[in-house]
Nanobody, 125 residues
Framework: QVQLVESGGGLVQTGGSLRLSCAAS????????MAWFRQAPGKEREFVAA????????YYADSVKGRFTISRDNAKNTVYLQMNSLKPDDTAIYYC??????????????????WGQGTQVTVSS
């Protein structure tokens, strides 16, 4: 069992930045994948970014490439999402997710059995 807790959400103006954190506890593995998804009101949950824990390979949705950066801190068992140049379209609840294995379908939420509670990001125009 893995527990995930997100933090760092808030209200920011267009063009601003936020850094989200996701702290993992419970059973973890030396090689697994963690990801960020987001869900706006009335919309389906969509993939944002993912990182392979051991190798550090990263993957991004086209909508956030060049603006968001996913990273990890092994000592803290924490994954981060640095969000720059934020737009109103980025407004959503951001969820941290984890899986005990890497899949080529890392962009699919069905791959991830572990989820955090989410943190709200609101970008005002």
């Amino acid at each position: 069992q893995v527990q995930l807790v997100e933090s760092g959400g808030g209200l920011v103006q267009t063009g601003g930045s936020l850094r989200l954190s996701c702290a993992a506890s419970g059973r973890t593995f030396s090689s697994y994948v963690m990801a960020w998804f987001r869900q706006a009101p009335g919309k389906e949950r969509e993939f944002v970014a993912a990182i392979r824990w051991s190798g550090g390979s990263t993957y991004y949705a086209d909508s956030v490439k060049g603006r968001f950066t996913i990273s990890r801190d092994n000592a803290k068992n924490t994954v981060y999402l640095q969000m720059n140049s934020l737009k109103p379209d980025d407004t959503a609840i951001y969820y941290c997710a984890a899986a005990s294995y890497y899949s080529r379908s890392y962009y699919s939420d069905s791959v991830y059995p572990y989820w955090g509670q989410g943190t709200q990001v609101t970008v005002s125009s």
